[in-house]
């Protein structure tokens, strides 16, 4: 009977290892039931579930952006606005996954973990979200996205500050209005295609020249006569086995690294990509994290794509200049591109953008903010450099550096526009990245978008 | 004030008082299994003529030897390791001997096999002699037991107001249920709890007055947890809620037949070989006849009745694997244990049942090391198992016909731990579910019928313990786990006690297995375990994994001396 006993220690080491995993998974629960939760597939917050009392939703001015009046989910009562902050704010579904109003539902209806998703509504403590966007900023942006040229555009726009990483401007188009969603049907859906997309987060587009930072930045850095070097460009040069061109072909003549720069011209950089050869080249996009995703607020960006082929000069040549093919095209994504801005305007150092200000009791620390996040992207002195040779734009009073992009997409679609950079001046220290597809020029259709918004970010000035 | 408000604040205050009543029930019961028991004092005892000592016996069978582990051990070096054993019967007294070297002698003659002995009689073993006392002839006090030190006469809680409790949470359960109508029949939970009650304290006055056994807790606990997963089910499917009720009822009608069944602990002995071929032909009939259903062909349909007869096989496992001591220590060897148990699961893995092959596997070891108490036992299977699975996988990357079997376990395998970024394939779809709304319940839970889990495939069954965290609050989901968990304490509390090592094996190998089960069930839906696919005991649906609970349940109220001795 003793024999038994002892042996049966066997069986109670199995029931004590039961209840040490049942501790474990309630470590487990009492960790992460918020982000457990916040689920898409979650029936108890799909809907408009759990929205009758939710808390608000502000941007930075204190401005409602979303809240609940006796019982209804409303929104800013300004319909641009209200589309323009779509992707930010988010709707009554769950449709758009990366917005505040779906990924911080729990928060915002109240859960806790003691209570669960199903606490009487008048019982609730419900939390406020204070946004770092600025409303009239992202409606500029939109505006222009949507009203600007002969048709509305898709695009994104994304403008944030590299000193603190507050987000200020942020806007997805196509959209539509979170106070009267559209049913999406056959005919529409071309029109819809990909709404629920945050473009500025979750899509990537090819750079074409705006990728001539990373060129640059990669050819400071290994090349050390790099000033006193001129090339000729005569708009058109076979590079490898086949040719590479200008935009339309435009001759710049002799030219150097910085006239190169603000002429945009391919020649060259193909040129500099295929001298410093693909090993150096990758090395670069590596170090500039464009390979990399962003956590931002609990959502990951989407991951950029830089590869440069070994053993072919004219594939290196274009990928050097945003462009690439097959399985070496560039891709790049708008707060991606906004956040190595921020990196060439700030010493080579990104700061992680945040959307989130704050709100009533600890939202900072129940989202688990981590405000103080950097990226070491490139040395000081190369980041002073890439600056200097960016071109200067003057827009609403702003010091601008920016480079300009006209991407090449095929399709029988129009080039991707692009307008990168960062504002120069310290009192409004603003990194931005605006896209517009199947459009042209980038000085034509995103540099509109960008102006906008900075001019009436230009308001901001020695308040942010 | 808001009439709103206090409906609210009475919803609330139901929620509270669920999960506090759920542990003062599940502390009642095990409170209660440590009282009424009779004091720890000697059965019998032995008096050495020789040099005027005196030896305690306290147990029903205890073995007797030179080695250190047994329950007597003799300091002759005449004396085998294990020479011989002494046995308590219905009928008496009795000494087996075992294969000892110098044999033993019952006044004088050597016996062979079982020999009854008498108060008085002598007993040579090796060159010592005792003769037989009686216990009360021992005067010293014993140490008891740390689970039994507040024996006392009085039990800790009268069985029926443990039953009245019970009865409440249940009706607590069917107010919730009326109350989150979803379009069904308003009254239909309180008819089902109607029904519930009648099984409930049907049980209770059978066993009260007509079988007057003096404790109920083990059923107590075996009903409360019964009721939940009845009830559980009248907001999802209705008719399932019935079918289970019934099932409950046969289980508990399997659970009086067994105890009846196994009252003498020397008949396993004989009918093991049949009830081994019984077996065999239950799992090899799911072959045969079985549907697959769920990629698993474990179902047997005969007119409009199912059951997995491998439910039912478990009961016959515990039965076949334990023994009474003298016969443990005569046949050493395990060989047809083995067999029997390769082939049981050889053929649940050929239904692919791979769930309740583990079981079958984790609970062959424990019977396994009751038996010999040799840790080769253990590593041995185990390694040729782990050898086995990662051969199947290796063969499995290269050749296609076979993975395409084993697909679904090699994929939960790759998203163990990572189920988030699997969250719509098969291969996660469950878990991050299963998290999401366990969390979403909160300690409190959402009502009951008032959830959303129930939506979800194998909601009921497999993956119980979310539907029942999400309805009724983790506190409850977590309290209804551990008090199935603790069975095994008690089991082990209990087994010095038993009438025999049949009854302490077999209780402690089913309290393993339902651990076993247990832990498969809530670890595999939480991906802290790789697996799924196997019930909570009492809780899920399933008729027949209910009745198989029932089954095993059986063996541990078996082993409690007090279920065949004491009447009230």
Request: glycine share 8%; aromatic share 10%.
């Amino acid at each position: 009977m003793k024999r038994t006993l002892r042996r049966s220690t066997l069986i109670l080491i199995l029931t004590i290892a039961f209840i040490g995993g049942i501790g474990f998974f309630t470590a487990e629960l009492l960790f992460n039931a918020g982000d457990w939760v916040d689920q898409p597939y979650n029936a108890h917050i799909s809907g408009s579930g759990g929205l009758e009392k939710a808390g608000s939703i502000l941007d930075r001015d204190g401005n409602p952006l979303a809240q609940s009046v006796d019982g209804e989910r409303v929104y800013s009562d300004d319909e641009t606005v209200r589309r323009a902050l779509l992707h930010t704010v988010g709707d009554n579904s769950l449709n758009i996954s990366t917005a505040v109003q779906s990924k911080y539902r729990s928060l915002l209806t109240g859960y806790s973990l003691i209570w669960g998703l199903n606490m009487p509504q008048s019982m609730r403590t419900s939390r406020d979200i204070v946004l770092t966007v600025d409303a009239e900023t992202c409606k500029s942006a939109y505006s222009m996205l949507q009203t600007g040229f002969e048709e509305p555009k898709r695009g994104a726009c994304v403008i944030y500050n590299y000193k603190t990483g507050d987000v200020i401007c942020s806007v997805s188009t196509p959209g539509y209005d979170p106070a009267d969603p559209p049913q999406i049907n056959e005919e529409n859906e071309a029109y819809y295609d990909g709404v629920y997309l945050d473009n500025v987060l979750s899509s990537t587009f090819t750079p074409g020249s705006i990728f001539k930072i990373v060129t640059a930045a990669a050819a400071i850095e290994n090349i050390p006569d790099i000033y006193q070097r001129t090339w000729y460009c005569d708009g058109r040069e076979t590079i490898g086995k086949n040719d590479i061109h200008c935009y339309q072909d435009t001759a710049h003549g002799e030219i150097n690294l910085q006239e190169a720069m603000e002429h945009s011209c391919n020649i060259v950089f193909a040129k500099l990509a295929v001298e410093l050869g693909s090993e150096k080249m990758n090395a670069m996009a590596e170090k500039m994290g464009v390979n990399m995703s962003f956590e931002i607020d609990d959502v990951f960006t989407a991951k950029g794509h830089y590869l440069a082929p070994a053993n072919d000069e004219n594939v290196l040549g274009w990928t050097g200049v945003g462009q690439g093919s097959g399985e070496y095209e560039d891709k790049v994504n708008p707060m991606q591109m906004a956040i190595i801005c921020s990196a060439v305007a700030n010493q080579g150092t990104a700061v992680n953008p945040t959307y989130i200000k704050g709100g009533n009791g600890d939202v900072l620390k129940e989202i688990g903010i981590k405000q103080n996040k950097t990226y070491d992207f490139l040395d000081p002195n190369t980041a002073k450099q890439v600056g200097d040779i960016m071109p200067v734009y003057e827009i609403g009073g702003l010091t601008v550096h920016a480079k300009t992009g006209t991407a090449e997409v095929g399709d029988e679609k129009g080039p991707n526009a692009w307008f990168v950079g960062y504002v120069a001046d310290s009192d409004l220290p603003l990194a931005f990245a605006c896209v517009v597809e199947d459009a042209g020029l980038g000085s034509e259709y995103a540099r509109p978008v960008a102006e906008a918004a900075l001019e009436t970010a230009a308001r901001l000035r020695g308040t942010l | 004030m808001d009439m709103s408000v206090i409906f609210d604040a009475g919803v609330v205050g139901l929620r509270i008082i669920m999960p506090l009543l759920a542990i003062v029930i599940v502390y009642q019961c095990y409170a209660a299994m440590r009282r009424r028991r009779r004091p720890e004092k000697p059965l019998v005892s032995l008096y050495n003529p020789n040099s005027g000592g005196m030896i305690p016996v306290v147990f029903w069978e205890n073995s007797i030897g030179r080695s250190k582990s047994s329950d007597i051990v003799i300091n002759d070096l005449s004396v085998s390791r294990n020479h011989c054993v002494l046995l308590r019967r219905n009928a008496g007294w009795f000494i087996s001997d075992v294969g000892s070297l110098s044999g033993t002698f019952v006044n004088g003659v050597r016996i062979h096999g079982r020999a009854q002995v008498l108060i008085d009689d002598i007993i040579t073993v090796g060159k010592t002699e005792y003769q037989l006392k009686r216990g009360d002839d021992f005067n010293s006090p014993l140490r008891a037991s740390r689970f039994f030190s507040k024996v006392s006469d009085k039990p800790a809680i009268q069985a029926w107001k443990l039953m009245f409790m019970i009865t409440m949470f249940h009706l607590f359960m069917a107010v919730e249920a009326m109350f989150w109508n979803d379009g069904g029949n308003v009254y239909a939970p309180m008819i089902l709890f109607g029904a519930l009650a009648v099984v409930e304290w049907g049980f209770f006055s059978v066993s009260y007055f007509a079988l007057r056994r003096v404790n109920f807790e083990l059923e107590s606990l075996g009903l409360f947890l019964t009721g939940i997963g009845v009830l559980l089910l009248v907001r999802q499917v209705e008719r399932s809620a019935y079918v289970q009720l019934i099932a409950a009822a046969l289980g508990i009608v399997l659970y009086c037949v067994i105890i009846k069944f196994i009252e003498d602990p020397d008949r396993s002995d004989k009918i093991r070989i049949p009830m081994m071929i019984i077996a065999v032909l239950m799992l090899a009939s799911s072959i045969v006849l079985g549907r697959v259903t769920n990629g698993a062909a474990n179902w047997v349909y005969i007119g409009s009745i199912s059951f997995q007869p491998s439910e039912f096989v478990k009961t016959i496992f515990i039965f076949t694997g334990a023994g009474a001591l003298d016969r443990l220590q005569t046949k050493r060897n395990l060989i047809e244990f083995i067999i029997f148990s390769v082939v049981c699961v050889g053929l649940l893995a050929l239904m692919s049942d791979f769930g309740t092959a583990l079981i079958f596997f984790v609970t062959f070891l424990l019977v396994a090391f009751m038996r010999s108490g040799d840790i080769k036992t253990i590593i041995l299977p185990v390694g040729a198992v782990a050898g086995a699975f990662a051969l199947l996988r290796f063969v499995a990357d290269r050749f296609n016909f076979i993975a395409d079997r084993f697909n679904y376990v090699f994929n939960r395998f790759k998203a163990y731990r990572h189920v988030w970024d699997y969250a719509n394939e098969a291969a996660g779809y469950q878990q991050v579910r299963v998290l999401t709304y366990i969390a979403s319940g909160g300690l409190f839970g959402v009502g009951l019928g008032n959830g959303y889990f129930k939506q979800y495939f194998a909601s009921e069954s497999d993956l119980v313990f979310a539907l029942l965290a999400e309805e009724m609050g983790v506190i409850v989901a977590i309290v209804a786990a551990l008090s199935v968990a603790l069975l095994m304490i008690y089991a082990r509390a209990i087994t010095t006690r038993s009438r025999s090592t049949f009854y302490s094996i077999s209780a402690c190998c089913a309290a393993g297995l339902l651990v076993v089960q247990l832990s498969l069930n809530v670890f595999g839906a939480t991906d802290i375990l790789p697996l799924t696919g196997v019930t909570f005991p009492f809780i899920s649906s399933g008729g027949s994994s209910l009745i198989s609970c029932w089954g095993l349940l059986a063996f541990i109220k078996a082993a409690d001396e007090r279920t065949y001795s004491i009447k009230r």
